[in-house]
């Protein structure tokens, strides 16, 4: 961490004069190419909605954690989401219901158990709150470092199997014929969505977690013409949207996460309209 702070020091801009500033700006540098990456497979496997229940599972495993006196209950919510991810998983391939049925079961389900676990004994909610707003100023170098290693992990992960998986999204049949395991490939990437999710939550807040999965990739679908320009865009909206709320949060003493979470809904406004003149 001293080398980037060192980096920062060198810039000179007002916000980074303070230590949690630099912490913020590189988790979000982190975090904005993994929202980036699994944003476009998420809108491409029509998953949007999954990543909001995975988002629930994460506030649920929290819970736990905190009940029996975890002490790092983010540990409790990376086990409870990776077992609902590989749960639905499960269930997705053995049953003959509608993948949005199944994700509306488990998101219910998900949020009604962090509710009662959390009030279990006429306990507080309030605790929690800062899972649902969220507080990027707040991380730790410790979480940067997961967040480092989660990247680099997906990173390599993308990299050999981003064509499968875009195929298994669009066409699974398909992708079977081609002798590709769709099974695997989906539960694979669930669970990454399961760990971005988890680690992304105290952070980023559960309300808003899931537009930043879903609105890189769904701007940037409005004006890529091929997969190369798909990803690019998404990855260049989230970076550019997490420098420009982090401003924004300094500026106005704002939330980060909201602030992030409005800008990629401008830049998909823009994009919608381009495309709709290129029409």
């Not at 982190?30 to 809108?43: E, N, W, Y």
């Amino acid at each position: 961490m001293s080398l980037w702070y060192a980096i920062c020091n060198a810039i000179p801009l007002e916000m980074l004069q303070w230590d949690f500033m630099k912490n913020a700006l590189l988790a979000l540098l982190l975090m904005a190419p993994l929202f980036g990456i699994l944003s476009t497979m998420i809108v491409t496997g029509h998953m949007s909605f999954f990543s909001d229940a995975l988002g629930h599972s994460a506030f649920t495993g929290i819970a736990l954690g905190s009940i029996f006196g975890i002490a790092a209950p983010t540990w409790a919510a990376v086990a409870f989401s990776v077992f609902f991810a590989l749960l639905f998983s499960y269930i997705r391939r053995d049953s003959n219901q509608a993948a949005d049925t199944l994700i509306g079961v488990f998101s219910s389900a998900a949020v009604a158990l962090g509710i009662l676990v959390a009030t279990l004994g006429g306990g507080s909610f309030t605790k929690y709150n800062k899972y649902l707003v969220g507080d990027v100023l707040s991380i730790t170098p410790g979480e940067i470092g997961m967040l480092a290693l989660v990247l680099l992990a997906v990173l390599v992960f993308w990299c050999l199997y981003a064509n499968r998986l875009t195929l298994t999204a669009v066409h699974p049949q398909l992708a079977s014929s081609r002798g590709i395991p769709v099974a695997l490939s989906q539960t694979v990437f669930t669970v990454a969505i399961a760990v971005v999710v988890t680690l992304s939550i105290s952070s980023m807040g559960l309300l808003i977690l899931n537009s930043l999965l879903v609105l890189p990739g769904a701007a940037s679908r409005n004006i890529s013409r091929n997969q190369k320009q798909y990803h690019l865009y998404s990855v260049l909206f989230a970076l550019a949207s997490g420098l420009t709320g982090l401003s924004i949060s300094y500026s106005f003493g704002c939330s980060a996460g909201a602030a992030i979470s409005l800008v990629l809904t401008l830049f998909f406004a823009v994009t919608y309209v381009f495309r709709g003149r290129n029409a």
